[in-house]
């Protein structure tokens, strides 16, 4: 249970599911094992696996903040007739969800143990803007800056994001970035990723805080055959990101590019 009012607690942070309802379960159920009460969702729920309609279902249920993702904003954008995949994961998920999909925020902030902190899911420009671990000082340094897309609240001093389905922390000018990986789709270790900040919510004062990573092994053959057995298109892509973490735009392969 949560504690106190400004006591301690745990931020469960997922990111890049991706329609991996093996990874997601796994991850879930490590959550509620190690207690804590708190997930955000930096967004991408959708795509790229086979079974983002219960993803989205199980989301709703357990994330207290969701932001949206790029493939969240491009499959319910609308019906595309040059891209069979996108069409495949809209009928899988029905209007309900896809409008629910469209209406999600871009971006949410918070205070913990006393430092301001924002979740988005590519930058602080849009959902389709990515921005890499070996990004430049420049490019990292804006993701802390105020945009139309973040809105003009106080500037955070820790930044977490998704996209890149590559969890790392680094600190610079008294500031914290740091991506979260992904729980459904990680493109780093081929184990299931998400992190976890510490720290008083909401308290204004300065007090402790950290952030940490958890990898989980998952069922990535049952994804897999779950995959196989729903008819989703590009399934090879998605059985060898998920086996190697190796992203398919990355592969020899002739390739159905689709951003990550
Ligand atoms: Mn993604």
């Not at 504690?3 to 301690?8: E, F, K, L, R, V």
């Not at 199980?58 to 949206?68: D, G, N, S």
């Not at 992904?182 to 909401?202: F, H, K, W």
């Amino acid at each position: 249970m949560a504690g106190p009012p400004g006591a301690s607690e745990r931020i469960a942070i997922i990111s890049d599911v991706h329609g991996n309802l093996s990874a997601l379960e796994t991850v879930l159920a490590h959550i509620r094992a190690a207690g804590i009460e708190r997930i955000f969702n930096l967004g991408d729920l959708v795509g790229k696996g086979p079974r983002s309609a219960a993803v989205v279902d199980r989301c709703r249920e357990v994330c207290e903040v969701t932001v949206q993702g790029n493939w969240d904003a491009a499959i319910s954008e609308g019906p595309d007739r040059e891209q069979p995949a996108r069409q495949w994961h809209r009928a899988q998920l029905g209007q309900e969800r896809l409008d629910y999909l469209a209406g999600l925020p871009g971006s949410f902030d918070f205070t913990l143990s006393g430092r301001r902190a924002r979740i988005f899911h590519a930058s602080q420009l849009s959902v389709h803007h990515r921005v890499h671990e070996t990004g430049t000082r420049e490019e990292h340094r804006a993701m802390f800056s105020n945009t139309l897309f973040t809105g003009f609240g106080q500037e955070p001093q820790i930044v977490g994001y998704g996209d890149i389905h590559t969890a790392y922390a680094r600190n610079f000018e008294l500031r914290t970035l740091f991506n979260a990986g992904s729980v459904g789709n990680p493109l780093d270790i081929p184990l299931a990723c998400y992190a976890v900040l510490e720290g008083r919510y909401g308290v204004e004062a300065p007090h402790p805080w950290s952030l940490h990573f958890v990898r989980l092994p998952y069922d990535i053959e049952g994804e897999i055959a779950a995959a196989e057995a729903s008819g989703m298109p590009a399934i090879g892509h998605y059985a060898s990101e998920l086996r190697t973490a190796v992203y398919r735009g990355l592969t020899a392969a002739p390739l159905t590019g689709s951003p990550a």
